[in-house]
């Protein structure tokens, strides 16, 4: 059964430095999503890329996130500069253009900021 | 404010023992309800998508209903392996979809 994919499944950084996570969303789907989850509380929508755009985009998603589908298969969440408070679960997230309204999740990226 | 709220925050069950849990939202304009589950270090597992009052959605032990202003997980008879975190999500047509904190289960042999 096709699965989206995110790699690596955990990262260490220090703060300050960039960061990218990378996903690999199923291949027939056309709408692509992040969200992140701090330990213990909600998951929370950051941003969603449709037609090589972003269609929208959350408070959180401020001007050190940016997103890029540098080719068919990927997709990317980048954080230019992290901070202490970036430290949480990141969740990618595709739909396809038919059937139900519903994403499928990728297994996460554990992102650590000391 | 669109807003997702889900009850109880936890819920400790027997296993046998069937229960419903709870998600009520204030959203405009309502484009689709969504039920996950969320193991412990894991994404979200999709299971139900409802889109108008009145559906039902079944799968083994779980059953989800809506209404206009909330929606229900039923489960019935439930096992230690239905454990973790039952996420409830609504879609309101732009391309944002938002969850509620979530109901953690702890079903007991």
């Known amino acids: 059964e096709p699965e989206v994919t995110q790699t690596p499944s955990h990262q260490v950084t220090q703060m300050g430095q960039e960061v990218i996570l990378r996903c690999v969303p199923i291949?027939?789907?056309?709408?692509f999503y992040w969200y992140r989850q701090i330990l213990g509380q909600k998951v929370e929508f950051l941003v969603s890329?449709?037609?090589?755009?972003?269609?929208?985009k959350s408070e959180i998603f401020d001007d050190q996130f940016s997103v890029e589908r540098p080719d068919g298969s990927n997709f990317t969440l980048k954080i230019r500069s992290t901070k202490l408070e970036d430290s949480a679960m990141y969740f990618c997230?595709?739909?396809?253009?038919?059937?139900?309204?519903?994403?499928?999740f990728g297994p996460g990226t554990r992102l650590t900021v000391l | 404010e669109d807003q997702v709220t889900q009850s109880p925050e936890a819920l400790r069950l027997q296993e046998g023992e069937s229960s419903s849990l709870n998600c009520s939202y204030t959203v405009s304009g309502l484009r689709g309800l969504f039920w996950y589950r969320q193991d412990p270090g894991k994404g979200p597992e999709f299971l139900f998508t409802?889109?108008?009052a009145g559906e039902e959605k079944e799968k083994e032990r779980l059953k989800a209903t809506l209404t206009k202003k909330e929606s229900f997980l039923h489960i019935t008879a439930p096992k230690p392996e239905d454990s973790a975190t039952y996420l409830c999500a609504v879609y309101t047509g732009g391309f944002k979809t938002i969850f509620g904190a979530g109901t953690r289960l702890f079903v007991k042999a």
């Open positions: 890329f449709y037609n090589n755009e972003i269609s929208e």
């Open positions: 409802l889109y108008s």
């Open positions: 291949s027939n789907h056309l709408y």
């Open positions: 997230a595709s739909r396809g253009l038919r059937g139900g309204n519903e994403q499928f």
